[in-house]
């Protein structure tokens, strides 16, 4: 495999990392998850913007989040990929001094910058809904959820828990609402309509696929979701940048309609697919890197909300 290692594409066994790398040693970076359909990196102002964002909460410096569209190409003509998942991670690299261990980090330290791509079934043959078992686990990870940090134990141990239990995934929750999964955003459609989490109820990830279905279908209500609902509900899905729309098909075990994906997981695929299209068509809509229309600036407590980056 071809990988892009500080501006350099290389073979990903000459991609060395030193074992002092922040990045290694203390969890201190971030990333992101993009996924390319046509050649064409799906939503890539609004990753560069999240990415952005995340950059400068974390104080890491020397890297342009502009730079990932350059990147992504770069991996998608090495690979020969069209239909693609790119992972591209920024960490705080190494320190002059690393034997001090250091918490505050001194000021000008180069990153590290990492990114590989691998083929994922093109956006056009996603036709039918995933299925998934979830099972609720509590939200035991740090407050940060919005930061893409590359720090994912508390997810990691949730995804190991549900699994122990049986279940494919894990569905976190916090003093009695619903966060989202360990690599996705939870919608539920309760009482006819659609629901998600709202960013402002608990500490989540403002995701990129999220805000291109919110987009798709203004029907979707934003607000908080708690356990009990999502216990009631119709149908439980998650959405995601590799997931696309999975369809829950039982939760801790007990089951949730149908045994196969449900109609309104169909029914948000099929948006999401269209909705995924016509941002193809669109691209490039800004300059990466840049906000998009309605989003908070970098810094801001304020969620994003209309067509900025939300969950």
Same mark, same amino acid.
């Given at each position: 495999?071809?990988?892009?290692?500080?501006?350099?594409?290389?073979?990903?066994?000459?991609?060395?990392?030193?074992?002092?790398?922040?990045?290694?040693?203390?969890?201190?970076?971030?990333?992101?998850?993009?996924?390319?359909?046509?050649?064409?990196?799906?939503?890539?102002?609004?990753?560069?913007?999240?990415?952005?964002?995340?950059?400068?909460?974390?104080?890491?410096?020397?890297?342009?989040?502009?730079?990932?569209?350059?990147?992504?190409?770069?991996?998608?003509?090495?690979?020969?990929?069209?239909?693609?998942?790119?992972?591209?991670?920024?960490?705080?690299?190494?320190?002059?001094?690393?034997?001090?261990?250091?918490?505050?980090?001194?000021?000008?330290?180069?990153?590290?910058?990492?990114?590989?791509?691998?083929?994922?079934?093109?956006?056009?043959?996603?036709?039918?809904?995933?299925?998934?078992?979830?099972?609720?686990?509590?939200?035991?990870?740090?407050?940060?959820?919005?930061?893409?940090?590359?720090?994912?134990?508390?997810?990691?141990?949730?995804?190991?828990?549900?699994?122990?239990?049986?279940?494919?995934?894990?569905?976190?929750?916090?003093?009695?609402?619903?966060?989202?999964?360990? $690599?996705?955003?939870?919608?539920?459609?309760?009482?006819?309509?659609?629901?998600?989490?709202?960013?402002?109820?608990?500490?989540?990830?403002?995701?990129?696929?999220?805000?291109?279905?919110?987009?798709?279908?203004?029907?979707?209500?934003?607000?908080?979701?708690?356990?009990?609902?999502?216990?009631?509900?119709?149908?439980?899905?998650?959405?995601?940048?590799?997931?696309?729309?999975?369809?829950?098909?039982?939760?801790?075990?007990?089951?949730?309609?149908?045994?196969?994906?449900?109609?309104?997981?169909?029914?948000?695929?099929?948006?999401?697919?269209? $909705?995924?299209?016509?941002?193809?068509?669109?691209?490039? $809509?800004?300059?990466?890197?840049?906000?998009?229309?309605?989003?908070?600036?970098?810094?801001?407590? $304020?969620?994003?909300?209309?067509?900025?980056?939300?969950?």
């Amino acid at each position: 495999m071809i990988v892009h290692f500080n501006g350099q594409l290389v073979p990903h066994d000459r991609a060395t990392v030193s074992v002092f790398d922040r990045g290694f040693l203390f969890g201190d970076g971030v990333y992101e998850g993009l996924r390319a359909t046509k050649g064409v990196v799906i939503g890539l102002d609004r990753h560069a913007y999240r990415m952005r964002a995340g950059l400068d909460e974390a104080r890491i410096e020397g890297f342009d989040a502009a730079d990932l569209g350059r990147i992504a190409d770069d991996l998608l003509r090495a690979q020969g990929l069209r239909e693609a998942f790119i992972y591209v991670q920024v960490t705080r690299g190494v320190p002059a001094d690393p034997e001090t261990r250091a918490r505050v980090p001194a000021r000008g330290n180069p990153p590290t910058v990492f990114a590989y791509a691998v083929p994922v079934t093109p956006v056009s043959e996603c036709r039918e809904p995933e299925v998934r078992r979830a099972a609720l686990r509590p939200d035991t990870r740090w407050t940060r959820g919005h930061l893409k940090s590359i720090s994912l134990m508390g997810g990691v141990l949730a995804a190991i828990e549900a699994s122990e239990q049986g279940s494919d995934d894990a569905i976190m929750h916090r003093d009695g609402l619903v966060t989202e999964g360990t $690599a996705t955003n939870v919608f539920a459609l309760i009482d006819g309509v659609v629901v998600t989490p709202a960013l402002a109820s608990a500490p989540m990830l403002a995701g990129v696929t999220r805000a291109l279905l919110m987009d798709a279908d203004p029907s979707i209500i934003e607000r908080p979701v708690s356990v009990e609902e999502l216990r009631g509900a119709q149908e439980v899905m998650l959405v995601g940048t590799k997931t696309m729309v999975a369809s829950v098909v039982s939760l801790d075990g007990v089951p949730l309609g149908a045994s196969g994906p449900h109609p309104c997981a169909r029914r948000l695929l099929a948006l999401l697919r269209d $909705a995924i299209e016509a941002d193809v068509r669109r691209a490039p $809509a800004a300059p990466p890197g840049s906000a998009p229309p309605g989003s908070a600036p970098p810094g801001s407590a $304020a969620p994003l909300v209309g067509g900025g980056v939300r969950g």
